[in-house]
């Protein structure tokens, strides 16, 4: 089954690690992820930035080895990052990124597409 993962909540939260174990799940089990999606205040997933305390889950890079792992599609929202200070060199004012590695900027449209061919919509 084809699932796109939405994630509006904040990365230091409950829901944003039951995302992430959520799309473990998935993938374990053999469906695939079409996209992963952050908005809202999840867009702080991809804060290259972000730097936990030692006693709790980096969900930044935990998101990256999955990503590279099952060659995952990691989008944020570029109208919520941009409001929220996470940019790359193209959307920086002062060509300063802080985009985490293998997350990318993305409009709705191609959120749209992904939710158009895939099976479920799970939000977060």
Request: charged residues 15%.
């Amino acid at each position: 089954m084809d699932y796109v993962l939405a994630i509006k909540s904040p990365i230091n939260s409950q829901a944003a690690t039951l995302a992430f174990q959520m799309a473990e799940a998935l993938l374990a089990k053999g469906h695939q992820i079409r996209q992963v999606f952050f908005f809202q205040e999840g867009v702080n997933h991809g804060n290259a930035l972000v730097s936990p305390a030692s006693d709790e889950i980096n969900l930044v890079e935990h998101w990256q080895n999955l990503a590279k792992s099952h060659r995952l599609s990691l989008h944020l929202c570029i109208a919520a990052a941009q409001r929220r200070g996470v940019v790359d060199e193209k959307t920086s004012a002062n060509k300063t990124a802080n985009l985490a590695e293998g997350f990318v900027l993305a409009g709705l449209g191609e959120f749209s597409q992904a939710v158009l061919t895939a099976e479920r919509l799970l939000t977060f």
